[in-house]
């Protein structure tokens, strides 16, 4: 039938059966028909032992141990394996199974490890021994899923009849109590040697801080003196700085003094001759109004003379002209009909030069059409050639020459040159 099993705080389940592939470690889990649940205290419990051994020098001792193991809690497989181990026991006789393998264990690793040092080895560095007899036990419990929680291995033991332990705990017993005595007198010794240095070493560190207290007191003196021709140098070059700012602004001031004096009596020169100019300009204006003033007054008086003089010579000639008018209407019709021939001959005179002037004009006109078209021609011919030649103008120049007979001409000339030179020209045949 089904059931409800619960562990208790220091037991666990271990349950095989149906449904469970191997085991099944639990605190609590429900039974079914065809499963085995049983269980087990994973209470540690502490064994002790007394281990014969012999050690690699041939020398038989005992070492006694306690040792407190127990299943590993924290690991499911270490647990499995305890559940194994003690799955074919009973409840009474575990305790006496697991005795019996620890004790196994213990004894064939203790032994394992004393046939490899001496006695003298394991008496003189028993930690080392005991660490690595507790190694290789709890390297052997692991496949029971057994813990070593606390190992207490105790001091040797002769074996019965065998004094070797102890004389050696005598012989160390005295080589401690020597080393102590001699120990004792060494710290005696260096205590004395101590204080004999310590009294040279106050002596000489006397002596040092005094050399010390003097030569601080001369470097500090001629620090203080350095300071001071330090102080008084920047004093120095403090002032000869303030000197020569103040120099400088004085140069300055006086620079900008004559400069601005400069620009005064420029600006009073300016100023004079602006005034001057004006003056003059004035006066120009003035002699210009006065001139033309008596230019009118000149023209008025004139003109009131020429008025006068013109009025008298008018009544005076007033009548000369009429007893002239008459004479002179039929001399004036004359020379009207004289003039009015005069003026159609001229007319047509100036009709004849009109025309021919306009000729002129037509034909001067055409001819300098014809000669803007003439460079337009030469203008495109050029441009022809130039691009039938691919922009050479050697060639086009070439070209020109030889179609303008240029070659032909400079020939003849050639020619002409040396026809007037008249070279004698002799060939001697030997």
Not at 71 to 100: G, W
Request: charged share 30%.
């Amino acid at each position: 039938m089904v059931s409800f099993r619960v562990a208790g705080p220091s037991d666990y389940l271990a349950i095989t059966g149906t449904g469970i592939k191997e085991i099944k470690i639990a605190k609590k889990s429900w039974i079914f028909p065809g499963q085995v649940c049983i269980r087990f205290d994973i209470s540690p419990e502490s064994y002790s032992f007394r281990v014969q051994a012999i050690s690699s020098d041939n020398v038989t001792f005992v070492l006694p141990a306690v040792l407190t193991i127990g299943p590993r809690t924290d690991d499911v497989a270490s647990l499995e394996k305890y559940a194994r181990l003690i799955s074919s026991q009973d409840k009474n006789s575990c305790k006496e199974h697991v005795k019996e393998i620890v004790k196994g264990v213990i004894e064939g690793e203790t032994r394992v490890v004393a046939s490899t040092k001496t006695l003298g080895t394991i008496f003189h560095e028993p930690k080392m021994f005991n660490k690595e007899v507790v190694e290789h036990v709890q390297r052997e419990l692991l496949p029971f899923g057994l813990l070593i929680y606390n190992a207490n291995v105790r001091q040797l033991v002769d074996e019965r009849g065998v004094g070797f332990v102890s004389n050696a705990g005598i012989k160390m017993q005295q080589e401690r109590a020597n080393q102590a005595k001699v120990d004792v007198a060494e710290e005696t010794m260096k205590g004395d040697m101590g204080v004999k240095e310590r009294e040279g070493h106050m002596s000489q560190y006397a002596a040092k801080v005094d050399t010390e207290t003097k030569i601080y007191t001369k470097q500090r003196q001629g620090e203080l003196q350095k300071e001071e021709a330090k102080v008084t140098m920047e004093v120095k070059l403090f002032e000869n700085e303030r000197e020569a700012e103040v120099a400088k602004a004085n140069a300055e001031l006086a620079m900008k003094k004559a400069e601005w004096e400069r620009q005064t009596k420029m600006e009073q020169v300016e100023a004079t001759k602006a005034v001057q100019l004006r003056d003059a300009e004035l006066q120009i204006e003035v002699e210009r109004k006065n001139a033309a003033r008596q230019m009118e007054m000149l023209k008025a008086e004139n003109l009131t003379k020429a008025k006068v003089e013109y009025q008298t010579k008018m009544r005076e000639s007033e009548w000369e002209l009429y007893n002239k008018q008459n004479a002179a209407s039929a001399a004036l019709y004359e020379q009207v009909q004289a003039a009015d021939g005069c003026r159609a001959t001229a007319e047509a005179a100036l009709f004849e030069s009109q025309k021919e002037a306009e000729g002129e004009l037509y034909s001067m006109q055409n001819e300098a059409k014809a000669l803007e078209d003439l460079a337009k021609g030469e203008s495109e011919y050029l441009k022809s050639l130039m691009e039938k030649f691919e922009g050479d103008y050697n060639k086009v120049r070439n070209y020109m020459m030889v179609d303008k007979g240029v070659y032909e001409e400079i020939a003849a000339i050639n020619a002409d040159m040396m026809r007037s030179l008249q070279p004698d020209i002799r060939v001697m045949n030997q």
